[in-house]
Nanobody, 120 residues
Framework: QVQLVESGGGLVQPGGSLRLSCAAS????????MRWYRQAPGKERELVAG????????NYADSVKGRFTISRDNAKNTLYLQMNSLKPEDTAVYYC?????????????WGQGTQVTVSS
């Protein structure tokens, strides 16, 4: 079955950095676009960044442009999010996402999330 397992979250001071990872299995990772979302308390889940299947095309939310970098290693079936210059408003649960056609329907698949807390 499809599995997405995020890791790398934690508590960091403002201005600090974290690198999130998402280990994927159950589908052909190298053929699928991938995305990172986040959800802060009391807010809707929002798209943070996306990357094409081969990694040649990326897109970012305006709020993270220039600070976050999405990347992938198709040989390791792993998605990454490098987060620099972190701000308190980046505090959220971060989720890895893929949109797949399985069992005759399109569905979003999510990991369990990893908590990122930016605080002094």
């Amino acid at each position: 079955q499809v599995q997405l397992v995020e890791s790398g979250g934690g508590l960091v001071q403002p201005g600090g950095s974290l690198r999130l990872s998402c280990a994927a299995s159950g589908f052909i990772f190298s053929t699928k676009s991938m995305r990172w979302y986040r959800q802060a308390p009391g807010k809707e889940r929002e798209l943070v960044a996306g990357i094409s299947s081969a990694g040649g095309s990326t897109n970012y939310a305006d709020s993270v442009k220039g600070r976050f970098t999405i990347s992938r290693d198709n040989a390791k079936n792993t998605l990454y999010l490098q987060m620099n210059s972190l701000k308190p408003e980046d505090t959220a649960v971060y989720y890895c996402n893929v949109y797949l056609y399985l069992r005759s329907e399109w569905s979003n698949y999510w990991g369990q999330g990893t908590q990122v807390t930016v605080s002094s």
